[in-house]
């Protein structure tokens, strides 16, 4: 599989780190995070906040953007927290969750509350601002707490009274979002409360006398062991980051607390540990990481490339001269064409470097994708080869935006060299355009895009797909996955960039033996050539009562931010992470859903093949598949069934309930 490479020569600019420090700002990357997050630029000025943070200091995103950050701080830790910022601003550092203890909140009504803040720092060309992720530890405070006098009331209260307390002490424990786990010296599991069967998969019944290793993964056997001594000698461990395996074998991300359990003569016989899902903020931090990373390497190529291209031009200059002298006394010019092919190709390299970093001049116009389209066809059929049919598919009879040409068709052809080298055995490669909408309940949840009007360009192939980590990486220069030679690994870098320079944004959908499909979303310029606007006003289909929708959809967020549009709009959702999971659930509640909203792939059992199962026992079951890649590309692999209707992610709340309500009739 070679998917992140190509040798296409770029055509103009993109990226910079100004323009990456708005995407970390504007993007739902902020909204992915569990935890509030609030922006902060030197000077303590607040300049982006995200929706968990308007709910949890109780401010709108408007009364917070301007404002020092000091108004979320009690007034007692006022100057405590002006000098520590101070001093971040002139050291800055990451700081883990957890590095300080009794730090405090403010909220709008004054009240205060007990905190943890992680910070990182991000560097601009316009300085440095600062995210800081912050998390509500009242109930962790309030369940210690608890813990702690029931323990003391334990051993006051005598044999009779014990039950009562021990039931109060289920309840506190049972009451936390959090795992809490206790287990003896050995390491052998004791109690397992609700939040622990809800992170990890396991019921009490299944886990209550076995060894706490079965959470570890297995390249980690010394872990527990080590924290096993260190209760043993009556040490605490606290928020330590670690991976554990759930029942159906993912990993996840934990914050880790583990505190001694002592007996009434103070002598350690057990631990208590309280453990926090982070998956979600792990995952968003390193996207926030690798964002860096572009950015740093961004800054790297550009001033390298000007380096270079001076390099070249001093070689070229000699170069005509030596020519001059050869042509001049008859002598075979091999050596000196030599040297020019080699500068022709040092300066291909460059002008890819400078277009990643956005360095080199376009000239954008107002053309129709459509046609455009037609014409680099014709390029690419001699690049495919005979064995790849090429198909285009325009959605909409004008697909009008402003860039510039020859960007448009580099990057077409960049990711037909891609899909070309990710299809050895033949294949097709699909080019798809589209005139679409985003409403504001969209961009308020896809930050990165705003509402508005869009043009669609999707390039899918039927080819080898890509795991997720080649997935998180296909975007960096020079990275590639093809043998030594073959590639310079700026393809994908220049399309990125390209995309970015001309204001539009791009999405990725593959798995591995399910192909690609890249959706480069581009504003619309249709305004601009003086069409007739239509005015279009979408309704929004009214709300139902008494309707269950049963969600399959393995990606976490993108399941809860559905389940959240459909239960505001009236529906009773249940929703399960895979196929396999939603077919066991049809079996032991079986005639109780209206319709089946499921992605197509997923693990264990895909959206096609779970859809073909129930409608073999509820033949009347309405079906809608969801899915990254095209109705195209669906279409080519027989996945559309009769009477299946399929919605192309990202999708608005709007399509997503119009697309419902037509299709339960």
Not at 184 to 207: F, H, M, Q, R
Not at 359 to 383: C, F, H, T, W, Y
Request: charged share 25%; hydrophobic share 35%; proline share 4%.
């Amino acid at each position: 599989m070679s998917r992140p490479s190509s040798d296409a020569q770029p055509a103009a600019a993109s990226f910079s780190a100004e323009n990456m420090a708005e995407v970390l700002l504007s993007s739902d990357l902020l909204e992915t995070l569990p935890d509030a997050v609030i922006a902060v630029d030197r000077d303590g000025t607040i300049i982006q906040v995200n929706s968990q943070a308007q709910e949890l200091f109780g401010y709108s995103r408007s009364e917070l953007i301007g404002q020092k950050v000091e108004v979320l701080v009690p007034e007692s830790y006022r100057r405590q927290h002006h000098q520590h910022r101070e001093g971040f601003a002139q050291t800055p550092k990451t700081r883990r969750m957890g590095a300080e203890l009794d730090l405090y909140g403010r909220r709008r009504n004054g009240s205060q509350f007990p905190v943890e803040i992680s910070l990182s720092p991000v560097a601009t060309e316009n300085g440095t601002f600062v995210l800081s992720a912050i998390r509500d530890i009242s109930d962790r405070k309030r369940i210690a707490e608890e813990l702690r006098r029931a323990n003391e009331e334990l051993h006051r209260r005598t044999t009779e009274q014990l039950g009562e307390y021990r039931s109060r002490l289920a309840l506190i424990i049972d009451s936390s979002e959090d795992a809490i786990i206790s287990k003896d010296l050995d390491g052998t599991i004791i109690s397992w409360n609700k939040g622990a069967e809800n992170i990890y998969g396991y019921t009490p019944e299944e886990v209550i006398g076995k060894h706490i290793s079965l959470l570890a993964p297995g390249d980690r056997p010394e872990e527990i062991p080590e924290i096993l001594r260190k209760i043993a000698r009556g040490e605490s461990v606290e928020q330590h980051e670690s991976l554990r395996v759930t029942k159906d074998g993912r990993q996840l991300n934990v914050s880790v607390s583990v505190s001694p359990l002592r007996d009434a003569k103070d002598v350690v016989v057990g631990a208590s540990v309280i453990a926090r899902d982070i998956t979600a903020q792990k995952r968003a931090e390193g996207q926030l990481h690798q964002s860096q990373k572009m950015e740093a390497i961004g800054r790297l190529a550009g001033g390298v490339a000007h380096d270079f291209n001076n390099i070249l031009g001093i070689i070229n200059a000699c170069n005509e001269f030596l020519r001059d002298r050869v042509d001049a006394v008859g002598e075979p010019s091999l050596y000196v064409e030599n040297i020019r092919k080699a500068i022709e190709r040092g300066s291909a390299l460059t002008r890819q470097l400078l277009t990643f970093s956005r360095s080199s001049a376009i000239q954008p116009r107002v053309l129709d994708l459509n046609e455009r389209l037609k014409d680099v066809g014709k390029l690419l059929r001699p690049l495919m080869g005979d064995d790849v049919e090429i198909l285009i598919v325009s959605k909409s009879p004008a697909a009008v935006v402003e860039a510039d040409p020859g960007q448009l068709d580099q990057i077409v052809v960049n990711l037909a060299v891609n899909a070309r080298d990710a299809m050895p055995r033949g294949g097709k490669f699909i080019l798809e355009t589209a005139a679409t909408k985003f409403d504001e309940d969209f961009a308020e949840q896809h930050q990165s895009m705003p509402a508005g009007k869009y043009v669609l360009l999707a390039v899918s192939d039927t080819g080898s797909g890509m795991d997720e980590t080649t997935m998180s990486r296909i975007f960096e220069p020079f990275f590639t996955t093809k043998e030594t030679g073959k590639g310079t690994g700026l393809g994908l870098a220049t399309v990125y960039g390209i995309v970015k320079q001309s204001a539009g944004h791009i999405l990725v959908y593959s798995e591995p033996g399910h192909g690609t499909t890249f959706k480069i979303y581009l504003p619309s310029a249709e305004h601009k050539i003086g069409l007739a606007a239509k005015t279009e006003v979408e309704t929004v289909a009214p709300k139902r009562q008494g309707t269950t929708i049963l969600l399959a959809e393995d990606d976490e967020i993108m399941r809860s931010l559905t389940r959240k549009v459909l239960e505001e709009h009236g529906y009773t959702v249940v929703d399960v992470d895979d196929g396999k999971a939603a077919l066991e659930w049809m079996e032991s509640h079986p005639g109780s859903i209206d319709l089946l909203l499921t992605d197509v792939v997923m693990r264990r059992m895909s959206g096609p093949e779970l859809a073909e199962r129930l409608r073999a026992s509820h033949p009347n079951l309405k079906v809608i598949f969801m899915s990254g890649y095209t109705g195209e590309l669906i279409a080519e692999r027989d996945v559309l069934k009769r009477g299946i209707t399929l919605l192309e992610k990202p999708f608005s709340r709007t399509s997503l309930l119009n697309t419902i309500h037509t299709t339960l009739g």
